[in-house]
């Protein structure tokens, strides 16, 4: 189970301690104890709209302290919707003042060494998290609809085992905070893409429109490969449906701040 914690007034998602340790520490956080205002309040990690980048910063900082990580040892990814994955090592920390030196042309993060912490941030998209026990490797993934539509995650397991040698068995996977099947209602022209490549798995159709459990096709990606469903948490907490807790895109029509989520190997 994940669980809630809450330090110098941070509320963070402490993640599947019971798959991911010893070997590797997860969190996400909420949106609980920043210092920024208004549809930013307050602990936004978003810099998308113009909530003021140091409160994004200070809010950073405040987050690294409330987890116990070095600010300087965190890498971004570029975040533009993709399916590609990087392979990252000690050399891409700190590129820059956090999400301006993330990595370009990249949705997900693999590393396989102890040092580096790799981020996913959503107000809504689906971040999944994987521990390879076995061979050491973590990975941090942002899948979006377009990125869950192009199976973000299964091609980041196939680059680990290209890499790595990962195999389904060897992974534990987190699943967290993001927007539910009834809150995501999508017009024809996107359901028709999830119709094309996957039939009406995971889609219902209501009336005109469709609604898409994005976390249903990740799940599917994890157990495609081979991920033993006890080996998977999936948080199913609604973005949408909370939003005292998560910023969510869509809730918030648009105007809102990011979370964050982070995962480092441990040994
Ligand atoms: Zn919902």
């Given at each position: 189970m994940?669980?809630y914690c809450e330090?110098?007034g941070v509320?963070?998602l402490?993640v599947a301690p019971?798959?991911?340790?010893?070997?590797?520490?997860?969190?996400?956080?909420?949106?609980?104890?920043?210092?920024?205002?208004?549809a930013?309040?307050?602990?936004?990690?978003?810099?998308?709209?113009?909530d003021?980048?140091?409160n994004?910063?200070k809010?950073?900082?405040l987050?690294?302290?409330?987890m116990?990580?070095d600010s300087r040892?965190l890498?971004?990814?570029q975040?533009k919707?993709t399916?590609?994955?990087a392979?990252v090592?000690a050399?891409?920390?700190?590129?820059?003042?956090?999400?301006a030196g993330?990595?370009p042309g990249?949705?997900?993060?693999?590393t396989?060494e102890i040092g580096?912490?790799?981020t996913?941030?959503?107000a809504?998209?689906v971040?999944v998290?994987?521990?390879?026990r076995?061979?050491?490797?973590i990975?941090?993934i942002?899948?979006?609809w377009?990125g869950?539509l192009h199976?973000?995650?299964?091609?980041?397991?196939?680059r680990m085992r290209?890499e790595f040698g990962?195999e389904?068995i060897?992974v534990c996977a987190?699943?967290?905070?993001?927007?539910?099947?009834?809150?995501?209602e999508?017009?024809?022209?996107?359901a028709?893409?999830f119709?094309?490549?996957?039939?009406?798995?995971?889609?219902?159709?209501?009336g005109?429109k469709y609604?898409i459990?994005l976390?249903?096709?990740?799940l599917?990606?994890?157990?495609?490969?081979?991920v033993?469903?006890?080996q998977?948490?999936?948080?199913?907490i609604c973005?949408a449906?909370?939003?005292d807790l998560?910023?969510?895109?869509?809730a918030?029509?648009?105007?809102t701040g990011?979370?964050?989520g982070?995962?480092r190997?441990?040994?």
């Amino acid at each position: 189970m994940s669980q809630y914690c809450e330090k110098n007034g941070v509320r963070l998602l402490s993640v599947a301690p019971r798959l991911f340790s010893p070997e590797a520490e997860a969190w996400f956080t909420t949106r609980v104890g920043g210092v920024s205002t208004g549809a930013f309040s307050s602990l936004n990690l978003s810099t998308r709209h113009d909530d003021a980048p140091e409160n994004v910063e200070k809010n950073f900082l405040l987050a690294c302290e409330a987890m116990g990580l070095d600010s300087r040892d965190l890498i971004f990814a570029q975040q533009k919707h993709t399916a590609e994955c990087a392979l990252v090592t000690a050399r891409d920390v700190h590129r820059g003042r956090f999400i301006a030196g993330a990595v370009p042309g990249v949705d997900a993060l693999i590393t396989s060494e102890i040092g580096p912490v790799l981020t996913v941030r959503t107000a809504d998209c689906v971040p999944v998290f994987l521990s390879d026990r076995r061979h050491g490797a973590i990975a941090a993934i942002h899948s979006g609809w377009r990125g869950t539509l192009h199976a973000i995650t299964l091609r980041t397991l196939e680059r680990m085992r290209s890499e790595f040698g990962t195999e389904g068995i060897d992974v534990c996977a987190a699943v967290g905070p993001c927007i539910c099947a009834d809150c995501f209602e999508v017009d024809p022209p996107v359901a028709d893409e999830f119709i094309a490549a996957y039939g009406m798995k995971r889609l219902v159709r209501t009336g005109p429109k469709y609604h898409i459990d994005l976390a249903g096709h990740v799940l599917d990606q994890l157990t495609g490969f081979g991920v033993p469903e006890t080996q998977i948490e999936a948080e199913r907490i609604c973005t949408a449906h909370h939003t005292d807790l998560y910023f969510s895109h869509r809730a918030e029509h648009g105007y809102t701040g990011g979370m964050c989520g982070f995962i480092r190997r441990l040994r």
